[in-house]
Every structure is written in structure tokens, then in C-alpha cells.
Nanobody, 115 residues
Framework: VQLVESGGGLVQPGGSLRLSCAAS????????MSWYRQAPGEERELVGV????????NYSDSVKGRFTISRDNAKNTVYLQMNSLKFEDTAVYYC?????????WGQGTQVTVSS
């Protein structure tokens, strides 16, 4: 089982990034997928979640209207489109898969918002 995030980097405030999380080793289409983030000295927090078929999404208030989660079950990949980035979005971003008690985490990708 593997979840590999990519797409992080350095971006200016107001900019955009798209993160990807490629999954392998399990039946991706059965799993609810989530994005979390963890800033230095802070607890890991939920950014948003997408249902297994992709028909339902939910977001934290801090990113609602700026971030969009999508998935491509044919490619076993979930995405996080981040727009209008703010300094406070700086964090390591993780994807998580969950199906019942089966939970897997990726290794994370750093997003730094700085001028």
C-alpha cells in the first residue's frame, strides 16, 4: 500500500498549487480520501474529504471556497486544487485513505506560502 503526494512547493500569497496523491496497493475506488495539513508546532488538521465515488466533498471553514478536492478513480489519484493561497496555508499536506478500519497515510508534501 502506498500513497505518494506531489505538487508541493513555494508559492506567493494569492497564488495556486495543485497537489496530487497517487495510490497503489488497494482498491482506491472504495476508499474515502481526505487531505490534512500540519503546520510547524500545530496539530494535524483536516482540510477536506471526498467520497469514494467523488460525488460528495466537505471542507474546513478555513479553506472553503479556495480549495477543491477531486479524484480520478481510473488513475487512482486524488487532487487538491489550492487557490488564493495565504501565508497561513503553509504546512505539510498529507493525503489519507479510509475504508472501514483500513486507514493509510501518505508521507506528505511541503507547501510554503511566502513573498
Amino acid at each position: 500500500v502506498q500513497l505518494v503526494e506531489s505538487g508541493g512547493g513555494l508559492v506567493q500569497p494569492g497564488g495556486s498549487l495543485r497537489l496530487s496523491c497517487a495510490a497503489s496497493g488497494f482498491t482506491f475506488s472504495r476508499y474515502t480520501m481526505s487531505w490534512y495539513r500540519q503546520a510547524p508546532g500545530e496539530e494535524r488538521e483536516l482540510v477536506g474529504v471526498i467520497s469514494s465515488a467523488g460525488g460528495s466533498t466537505n471542507y474546513s471553514d478555513s479553506v472553503k471556497g479556495r480549495f477543491t478536492i477531486s479524484r480520478d478513480n481510473a488513475k487512482n489519484t486524488v487532487y487538491l486544487q489550492m487557490n488564493s493561497l495565504k501565508f497561513e496555508d503553509t504546512a505539510v499536506y498529507y493525503c489519507k485513505s479510509q475504508y472501514g478500519r483500513s486507514v493509510y497515510w501518505g508521507q506528505g508534501t511541503q507547501v510554503t506560502v511566502s513573498s
